[in-house]
């Protein structure tokens, strides 16, 4: 399962490429150069797989913390640090990725694993500490895949035949190790035989939908048509939009979720019009150290990212802008959590501390 998607295999966004000399690298598909191109990325340093992180070549909270995973690992064999230094290695390496990205939980869970799985490997040599913490990597991986495709199970039924689906950024296979979360429900609907259609939000500012979830659902050949952000309601206000979908970056124990920026909107929208609004994300992705949403960290991104588009300049060159990365949906409303363990409904804290117990 660490090999790049050939023809007939699923979507994965990033792999481990062992024959990456000497010590094999984390490599990953360009998603800022998507759809245009289908770049690969080959890391072999700490600081790439950072940069790759933060610059969102590799994003989505689940994508996030395997990139992660793999990056602990590619810090100790940058360095090759003696037998005697390597948990200090491997914890600056920690430090350091944990600085790439705030709001995705999944990042710092992913490196509270390896943190964790390597305090039993202090009598091991580098290398043989390496070779457990890769394997862990891989685990972590394919354990998000599998919970992934679960989560496709408990939320198929939400998209019935006939409906209209929106939405927001991209929460598919590119997001995650394989088949997505909020694509998920949605691919599995469709391999089931429903006949449904999707809307999906450009999302500016970087355009997650409109470069990302448009090109993955074109490729599983799901129906689907192209909104700006600011057509959602218009689209709702018509009866054309039965269910909202989205995934999540964040959860805190009360089901308050952070997603990306204009995720709060929709689900204020869908309430308006008494559509259905729905959270996929596997349990990496619930903060139970955090009772409400109000304690969320929110990444702000750079200014520029709202001045340009593509590249291209908009607007004024020092026209002063605001660019949180996420926003908070409170719990109430959200009409249910698509988990791999199943669905929380209500949203509350009760239903989520018992499926996290699970
Ligand atoms: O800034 P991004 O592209 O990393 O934001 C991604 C999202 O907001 C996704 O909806 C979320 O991470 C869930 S991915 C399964």
């Not at 690298?25 to 770049?39: H, K, V």
């Not at 640090?81 to 200090?88: A, F, R």
């Not at 290398?127 to 199970?153: F, N, P, Q, S, T």
């Amino acid at each position: 399962m660490t090999e790049p998607s050939k023809p007939g295999e699923p979507l994965r966004p990033l792999w481990w490429n062992a024959d990456v000399r000497p010590h094999g690298a984390l490599e990953m598909i360009d998603q800022t150069r998507l759809p245009g191109e289908t770049r690969t990325i080959t890391c072999t340093t700490l600081d790439a797989v950072w940069q790759a992180i933060k610059r969102l070549q590799v994003r989505g909270a689940p994508a996030i913390g395997v990139a992660a995973a793999y990056g602990v690992v590619v810090g100790l064999n940058e360095f090759e640090p003696t037998d005697d230094v390597w948990p200090d290695r491997l914890r600056q390496a920690c430090e350091y990725l944990a600085k790439s990205r705030p709001t995705a939980v999944n990042l710092f869970w992913a490196l509270d694993r390896m943190r964790n799985r390597a305090k039993k490997l202090r009598n091991l040599t580098w290398l043989e500490a390496r070779d457990v913490l890769l394997k862990e990597a891989h685990a972590i991986r394919d354990e998000d895949a599998a919970m992934c495709h679960a989560i496709g199970v408990t939320g198929q039924h939400v998209i019935q035949d006939g409906y209209g689906v929106i939405t927001h950024c991209n929460a598919g296979a590119l997001a995650t190790s394989e088949y997505g979360t909020a694509l998920a429900v949605i691919y599995t609907a469709h391999q089931q035989g429903r006949k449904f259609h999707v809307f999906v939000d450009e999302t500016r500012p970087l355009l997650q939908g409109a470069r990302l979830t448009a090109w993955e659902l074109k490729l599983a050949g799901v129906d689907a048509t192209l909104i700006c952000d600011n057509m959602a309601a218009v689209i709702m206000a018509q009866r054309k939009a039965h269910v909202v979908i989205t995934g999540a970056d964040r959860i805190a124990v009360n089901g308050d979720a952070a997603n990306k920026i204009g995720t709060y909107g929709l689900a204020v929208l869908a309430a308006a019009h008494n559509i259905p609004f729905y959270v996929a994300a596997p349990s990496s992705t619930f903060d139970a150290t955090l009772k409400n949403g109000s304690a969320i960290p929110i990444e702000h991104r750079d200014a520029d990212e709202v001045r340009s588009v593509l590249g291209q300049r908009i607007t004024l060159e020092d026209m002063p802008c605001y660019n949180p990365a996420f926003d908070v949906t409170p719990a109430h409303l959200i009409s249910g959590i698509v988990t791999e363990k199943g669905m929380i409904y209500p949203v509350d804290e009760q239903a989520i501390r018992a499926m996290l117990r699970k």
